[in-house]
């Protein structure tokens, strides 16, 4: 069996390489749960949103089809058609430290599963101009759980920095000083799978894809599926994930001031 923390891509490398796997990623990630998705906004629809790090949209129309007015700004050119796709005229390009929009235009800004790929002494100055004072910043990320045995052996066989980057997702991320303390919410929610879409769920993670024996890991991703012993003649079966959210207020200036008078 391979072993992921010797050939596992730099994080730089992995930053900017979805475009090349854009519709692997729309067609095989899990979705968001709606009710987790509309308590990162932390406000009532038609809330103007911002999906930061959209990526194709997945969170991004969650948050639409509950009627929230959503743009999507995604960085990457593949990632973004795939988004224009399902979000017609609702999608910008730009990143976490250059936000395509006005100053306090937003009630909200969210990011999924893409919070850790921004540059936070740039981005989080920068959210902070776009979002109005009492909106909020909102993240989440979908981390697989591994109480199944065979789950298990996914991650043993794909995930070693995966699941070093979800022990620091079990903690609130820094939002820096123009945001109040975070609040946490825990998910629990399904993915149905079967064989070839485990196969692509694999394929579409950066640290499967960008690697130099994918295609032997892959090969290694289906015989769980097809092999392992509490999967044996099922033809589907669910992986369980937990969505870990977070989010925080954006603080008016004299709430700042306070804030900073009491610490």
């Known amino acids: 069996m391979s072993t992921p ?5 730099a994080w730089a490398d992995r930053r900017l390489s979805f475009g090349s796997t854009a519709d692997t990623y729309d067609r095989f990630r899990p979705g968001y749960p709606p009710d987790a998705a509309a308590w990162l ?42 988004a224009e796709q399902a979000l017609p005229g609702r999608t910008l390009r730009g990143s976490a430290e250059a936000i395509p ?25 920068e959210i902070a101009r776009v979002v109005r004072p009492g ?32 022990e620091g997702r079990g903690r609130a991320p820094g939002f820096g000083p123009s945001f109040g303390a975070a609040q946490s919410l825990v998910v629990e929610h399904e993915q149905e799978l079967d064989a ?18 994918r295609d032997e890991v892959l ?29 925080a207020r954006r603080l008016a200036a004299q709430d700042r001031d306070a804030s900073t008078l009491r610490s």
């Not at 591994?146 to 979800?166: K, N, P």
């Not at 070839?196 to 024996?213: E, I, M, N, T």
């Open 5 to 9: 923390d010797t050939d596992e891509p």
């Open 41 to 82: 906004v932390g406000a009532e629809p038609p809330a103007r949103v911002l999906d930061l790090g959209a990526g194709t949209g997945r969170l991004a129309g969650v948050l639409a089809g509950l009627g929230y007015d959503v743009v999507a700004v995604e960085p990457d050119d593949g990632m973004r058609a795939v």
């Open 101 to 125: 929009v006005d100053d306090a235009s937003v009630d909200a800004v969210v990011a999924g599963q893409a919070f850790h790929w921004f540059d936070p002494e740039r981005a989080l100055p």
């Open 135 to 166: 909106g909020h910043l909102g993240v989440i990320w979908n981390e697989r759980d591994e109480r199944e045995a065979w789950s298990q052996r996914l991650s043993e066989l794909v995930g070693g920095e995966d699941r070093r980057a979800a």
């Open 196 to 213: 070839d879409r485990l196969v692509g769920l694999a394929a579409s993670w950066s640290y499967v894809f960008l690697r130099p024996d």
């Open 219 to 247: 090969a290694q991703v289906r015989a769980i599926a097809t092999g392992s012993p509490e999967l044996a003649g099922r033809s589907t079966f669910t992986l369980a994930y937990e969505a870990r959210c977070f989010r």
